[in-house]
């Protein structure tokens, strides 16, 4: 299948100011199921864009601005060929079959940054905390991914942090960052390698579609599950990650998959307003 992506995120100032070098992670990530044919990035006609890989190997344009400028727009037109993907189609190795299960000394080495479980702590309801008894690895975690998408209500909230996890367990309603977030401390806390993901959820017609994207970027999480490697679980949706979802950028915190990051100079706060649009179609 073929799909066009159209993307625009648009900073209109009170003022003109000077800005910082900013960083646009909005380019899908690479995948076998996903190939670009056409990327055509824009932003101000007087920037240096540089185009390089963070430490989480996203792709990102690095954006220099000389002048002092009174609105920011980046825009994105991708147009990309799109194979199904089964988000079950994997085996896990025999050391993960079970939760909670041990990571091999090898792979701690490369996971423990996914592994840290930061923060304050955090009272777990009985669905998601650990048990002494041994589950199914995959059954149990789709249960807790399920039992989110099904007991926090959602949001939309465009700007802002994150809520910190027990503030979205208290409060029972969430944005989709917010959500992910939560889940990600969960996952943590069962000792399971997580990291966020942000990028485009292409909702289509069929039933089973989605239903919290809202023609706007998405978040949802990964967690490292050996032998089926990076897997992808939205608890916005209940769902695991499959075809529909384009994963933009990884990381271990929000700001590390933020789409467009940076900041302007000034001794006094300009007043600003952001405008986004996204549109994704079958072609």
Not at 19 to 27: E, N, T, V
């Amino acid at each position: 299948m073929k799909l066009a992506i159209r993307y625009s995120a648009i900073y209109q100032y009170e003022e003109p100011a000077s800005f910082s070098p900013h960083l646009a992670r909005i380019f899908p990530r690479p995948d076998v199921s996903l190939h670009p044919d056409r990327t055509l990035f824009t932003t101000h006609a007087g920037a240096d864009v540089q185009y390089r890989r963070d430490l989480f190997d996203n792709l990102i344009a690095r954006c220099f601005f000389p002048d002092k400028l009174d609105r920011l727009e980046f825009g994105l037109e991708l147009d990309l060929s799109l194979k199904e993907k089964n988000p079950f189609h994997f085996l896990l190795d025999s050391h993960a079959l079970q939760l909670p299960f041990e990571y091999l000394p090898g792979e701690i080495r490369t996971l423990a940054p996914s592994l840290a479980t930061d923060g304050e702590p955090c009272a777990l309801p009985a669905e998601l905390s650990r048990t002494a008894s041994a589950r199914p690895t995959v059954e149990a975690l789709t249960a807790m991914n399920t039992w989110l998408h099904e007991n926090i209500a959602y949001e939309r909230r465009d700007e802002g942090d994150p809520y910190p996890p027990a503030e979205t367990l208290r409060r029972q309603k969430a944005s989709c960052r917010d959500s992910a977030v939560l889940f990600a401390a969960v996952l943590r806390e069962h000792g399971v390698a997580a990291r966020l993901a942000s990028g485009f959820l292409w909702e289509d017609d069929s039933p089973d579609s989605p239903r919290h994207a809202e023609n706007a970027l998405h978040a949802w999480v990964e967690a490292y599950l050996p032998g089926a490697g990076w897997v992808g679980f939205d608890p916005t949706n209940g769902v695991l990650c499959d075809h529909h979802f384009l994963a933009a950028a990884v990381g271990l915190t929000p700001a590390d998959i933020a789409p467009v990051a940076g900041h302007y100079y000034g001794k006094k706060t300009i007043p600003s307003t952001l405008e986004t649009t996204l549109t994704i179609k079958e072609q």
